[in-house]
């Protein structure tokens, strides 16, 4: 029995026909850009998130751009980020002219931690640089420590932007994870917990005049017919994609919870290998609604070769952390040590995990997880 990583033709055969007769309604209505299905899919999603606006764009990385974008930040200045994260994170900072100063995470859990945070502001201020923002990525499904995240930027007048790329559905005292900075950018990528078919993404804010905004930079900076204000960009989300996303939404909470269940069916089961194995613990009060499940294994490269040849796919995310990536060679005037992003990058494997997979694809994961351990 070969298990996938990840299989998206299940979903397709769970609610397909939906899928085909809301594609064949916006190829009929001949509507293909800014029409009632994104209208209604930015309604509906407001609503769960429980924020006031909700932009549709064309991917999650247009979506942090865009915020940096219309937020206006002082060139040059400095946008705190996580090394230990996917490369759009850091790389809209650069698009967007500022500094990305990256900062480590916690030694047992993904995000970022305070501490580091607090000695990257203090040498900032030291050497003159000016912060104006923290980017907190919640990766995995795992909420960042938002609150706590908030209340520092708070105090030193810094703006929370949250990129909830990998989040989305995960909650944090009983608040939506994409919902506590000024504003939240997530992917509706087709590896993500509500995918659309190829690329797509989503801003929330609750910030009116940034909404405004952020709609306008999406078309071109235009803010009346054929009158650009801004020095925009070709941001926008199909109709084509908002209608499966709209099909989608519906089966969301159930996926979620088969999401949950195959979670606790990991840990039930891997958790007798620690130290060997370990598994992210859960923050207080949070609910996280995990788009990958993800380990911490010693002999990380080995265990990846084993489960390949009992045909078990696997993913690393991410081996190579941002602070060593090329593109961000000679651009970090300001660094600090990075040893838990370091460890992770050595430690981290992803298993398979979607909703559809079976009790049985999940048990046999975890028997040669253990066979590799018990042989070694």
């Known amino acids: 029995m070969q298990v996938p990583f990840l299989d998206l033709k299940r979903a397709y055969e769970r609610y397909g026909q939906e899928l085909e007769e809301a594609v064949l309604r916006v190829l009929r209505s001949t509507k293909y850009l800014n029409g009632p299905e ?3 899919l930015e309604k509906e999603l407001a609503t769960f998130m429980g924020v006031n606006h909700a932009i549709a764009v064309s991917s999650g990385t247009e979506a942090l751009y865009l915020i940096l974008k219309a937020l206006e930040l002082p060139p040059k200045s400095i946008a705190f980020v996580p090394s230990f994260t996917f490369v759009s994170t850091a790389e809209v900072v650069l698009r967007a002219g500022l500094i990305p100063f990256f900062v480590d995470v916690e030694d047992d859990y993904p995000n970022l931690t305070l501490e580091p945070l607090k000695e990257a502001y203090e ?3 030291k050497r003159g640089f000016q912060s104006v923002c923290v980017i907190a990525v ?7 420590r938002l609150p706590e995240l908030l209340a520092f930027c708070q105090e030193k007048n810094l703006i929370l932007i ?5 989040a989305f559905g995960s909650e944090l005292e009983d608040k939506k994870v994409g919902s506590f900075g000024v504003a939240g950018a997530v992917s509706f990528y087709p590896t993500k917990n509500l995918s659309a078919a190829g690329d797509a993404g989503m801003v929330f804010t609750n910030d009116e005049n940034l909404a405004l905004k952020i709609r306008a930079l999406k078309e071109h900076g235009q803010t009346k017919p054929y009158f ?4 925009g960009i070709n941001g926008r989300m199909d109709e084509v994609q908002a209608a499966i996303l709209r099909v989608k939404f519906k089966y969301f909470t159930e996926e979620l919870t088969l999401r949950e269940k195959w979670a ?9 290998l620690y130290p060997k194995v370990k ?5 207080p009060n949070s609910k996280p609604a995990l788009s990958l499940f993800t380990i911490r294994a010693t002999r990380r490269n080995e265990l990846q070769q084993y489960l390949e040849k009992m045909r078990i796919a696997t993913n690393v ?6 602070h060593h990536q090329p593109i961000f060679k000679d651009k970090l005037p300001l660094s600090l040590s990075l040893p838990n992003t370091e460890r992770l990058s050595q430690e981290v494997l992803s298993l398979p995990f979607f909703p559809y997979l079976k009790e049985e694809e999940v048990l046999k994961v975890c028997k040669a997880i253990e066979e590799f351990y018990a042989n070694g």
């Open 317 to 322: 995310y991410y081996r190579i952390p941002l």
């Open 264 to 272: 606790k069916l990991y840990e039930k089961n891997l958790s007798h």
């Open 279 to 283: 598994m992210f613990k859960h923050l």
């Open 138 to 144: 919640s990766l995995y499904g795992y909420p960042a």
């Open 38 to 40: 994104t209208r209604e």
């Open 162 to 166: 949250e990129d909830a790329c990998q």
């Open 123 to 125: 040498l900032c201020l």
């Open 228 to 231: 650009y204000e801004y020095h």
